[in-house]
């Protein structure tokens, strides 16, 4: 299988916090480690998949008005939008159909990144 994306990086400013947020959201705790002596909250992901951290890297600033990459979170989209709030997020985009790709939201995390978050189709 060929994936367009092989590894995503999510900034952080208070790397804990959006530890947090990020495993409540996607009901996944991440796994905390470090590659090159940048801290990283590593996402759960098969071996084959496509995978990816939040970082704490001087050399990233969080924004929401960049590149917006979708999270997946099976089929507990509406479970995972629930949790944004409560673990400091906001809801910037409800849940929207989008068809045969299944249905989707845009939050906000802690850090101020604009993400995604996709169900698939079931």
């Given at each position: 299988?060929?994936?367009?994306?092989?590894?995503?990086?999510?900034?952080?400013?208070?790397?804990?916090?959006?530890?947090?947020?990020?495993?409540?959201?996607v009901?996944?705790?991440?796994?905390?480690?470090?590659?090159?002596?940048?801290?990283?909250?590593?996402?759960?992901?098969?071996?084959?998949?496509?995978?990816?951290?939040?970082?704490?890297?001087?050399?990233?600033?969080?924004?929401?008005?960049?590149?917006?990459?979708?999270?997946?979170?099976?089929?507990?989209?509406?479970?995972?939008?629930?949790?944004?709030?409560?673990?400091?997020?906001?809801?910037?985009?409800?849940?929207?159909?989008?068809?045969?790709?299944?249905?989707?939201?845009i939050?906000?995390?802690t850090?101020?990144?604009?993400?995604?978050?996709?169900?698939?189709?079931?």
């Amino acid at each position: 299988m060929f994936n367009a994306i092989t590894w995503f990086e999510i900034p952080a400013v208070d790397f804990d916090r959006v530890v947090e947020f990020y495993s409540r959201v996607v009901g996944k705790e991440l796994r905390k480690g470090e590659f090159g002596e940048i801290k990283h909250g590593f996402f759960q992901a098969d071996e084959e998949a496509v995978a990816g951290a939040v970082v704490m890297n001087p050399h990233y600033t969080p924004s929401n008005t960049g590149i917006v990459i979708y999270l997946n979170v099976g089929s507990d989209l509406d479970g995972a939008l629930k949790r944004v709030e409560s673990a400091g997020g906001k809801i910037l985009l409800p849940r929207t159909d989008i068809g045969e790709q299944g249905v989707m939201a845009i939050v906000q995390d802690t850090e101020g990144n604009q993400v995604g978050l996709h169900q698939p189709p079931q």
